[in-house]
Nanobody, 125 residues
Framework: QVQFVESGGGLVQPGGSLRLSCAAS????????IGWFRQVPGKEREGVTC????????YYADSVKGRFTVSRDNAKNTVYLEMNSLKPEDTAVYYC??????????????????WGKGTLVTVSS
């Protein structure tokens, strides 16, 4: 069975940092592009970043550019999202997802069953 599990979320003060992890089981991450998305209540799911199977970072959302860094460790079958200088507007549920083909900032391009259930990041004083 394919399973993706996000972890590392929590409550952090503005300006703080968190590192999110996306761990896969039943699937080899180096065979796919991995995207990070986030969503807040009442808003559409937003693409944050995406990293290809070869480790190329295709984009960062303008809102996180310069503050977030995506990386992957294929040996650990894990993709990371390092978040620095966090702002209250970064508060969201963060998801990872796999595409068998290519990176995209649209969640529609990611496999229906290849999503984690999300981890909540709350940035607040």
């Amino acid at each position: 069975q394919v399973q993706f599990v996000e972890s590392g979320g929590g409550l952090v003060q503005p300006g703080g940092s968190l590192r999110l992890s996306c761990a896969a089981s039943g699937f080899t991450l180096d065979s796919a592009a991995i995207g990070w998305f986030r969503q807040v209540p009442g808003k559409e799911r937003e693409g944050v970043t995406c990293i290809t199977n070869s480790g190329r970072i295709t984009y960062y959302a303008d809102s996180v550019k310069g503050r977030f860094t995506v990386s992957r460790d294929n040996a650990k079958n894990t993709v990371y999202l390092e978040m620095n200088s966090l702002k209250p507007e970064d508060t969201a549920v963060y998801y990872c997802a796999a595409s068998m083909y290519y990176c995209s900032d649209s969640p529609d391009f990611f496999e229906k069953d290849y999503w984690g259930k999300g981890t909540l990041v709350t940035v607040s004083s």
